[in-house]
């Protein structure tokens, strides 16, 4: 459900309008250097409002540490970590509860949980809880850069313009959402990490990138370009003992197993769901369709802000990996 990692432990909590979001990590290392400072970059990198393209809503979003760190060092114990909502205007959602927002899970959150789930700017389905993940990745980057690996995202295009000013013109002009792709690149990596068939490495940072509520496709290397190849353009020729390919069609798994050379994988971002565009949809409480507008404060292109999330899920599955094939120490403060 809220869960994931075998090891390395993660369980997010909270909702977009509730007190706090939150999560807790086990399984992290004693020992790991830790401080308020270290989340500073990646957070302000998540944040809303200090890029164009992106909602208005700003929360502070410094973490509250409530167990796991003492004198600044983690302790081996799980870490909770508190972000608190101070910046909300739950009054935007209450307005607009009669029509379930196309793209959202308002529609569905209702019916599986009986109407009483939180529906406050998409409650515990928001991307709110998206710095929970950040957090995560903060602390897994940090533990991976023990072992010489290092992860880096970016956007690649914005409504299929690599100009992602143009993209973005392209919203703006046509007053709607639009989507993007962004791609992760992670250098450092051991051969042998992951399994064959249902815990690939591919099959798990595939899990784990779905978690990021506007992810619609994923695709590793040549992916699905790889559907026009020939097998011998497309297979990586093998060139000395230590792994390294020619090319790298295959983005750095073969077999479901990392193979040495770099890791690559992409995320097709949809449209922001939140549209201030009028939409023609249902209105549960006349069983009637209507004219519909969302209202409240949202992004004009998500994809602004996954980079930072992507590789926070990716350095997550990461971790997870490298402490099941015990190359990252229990305590390694002394490493």
Known sequence: MNSFGRIFKVNIFGESHGESAGVNIDGIPAGLPLTVDDFLADIERRKGGTQKGTTPRQESDLPIFKSGVFNNTTTGAPLTILFEN?????????????????????????????????????GHFSGRLTVCLVAVGVIAKKMLAYSGINIAAAILEIGGEPDLEKGLQKAIDAKDTIGGIVECRVNGLPLGLGEPFFDSAESLLAHAAFA????????????????????????????????????????????????????????????????????????????????????GRHDLCIALRVPVVMEAVTAMVLADLMMLEQRIPRVIAAQ
Request: glycine share 14%.
């Open 212 to 295: 990021i509520p506007a992810v619609r496709g994923v695709e590793f290397g040549t992916g699905f370009a790889a559907a026009k190849m020939f097998g011998t353009q497309h297979n990586d020729a093998i060139a000395d003992i230590s792994g390294k390919t020619v090319t790298n069609h295959a983005g750095g798994v073969v077999g479901g197993i990392t193979n040495g050379n770099e890791l690559v994988y992409r995320l097709a971002i949809k449209p922001t769901s939140s549209t201030p565009k009028d939409q023609f949809t249902l209105n549960w409480e006349t069983g009637e369709m209507e004219t519909f507008s969302v209202k």
């Open 86 to 122: 101070n910046n909300t205007r739950s009054g935007d959602y209450q307005k607009q509860r009669a029509v379930p927002r196309p793209g959202h899970a308002d529609f569905v959150a209702s019916k599986k949980f009986g109407g009483f789930e939180d529906y406050r700017g998409g």
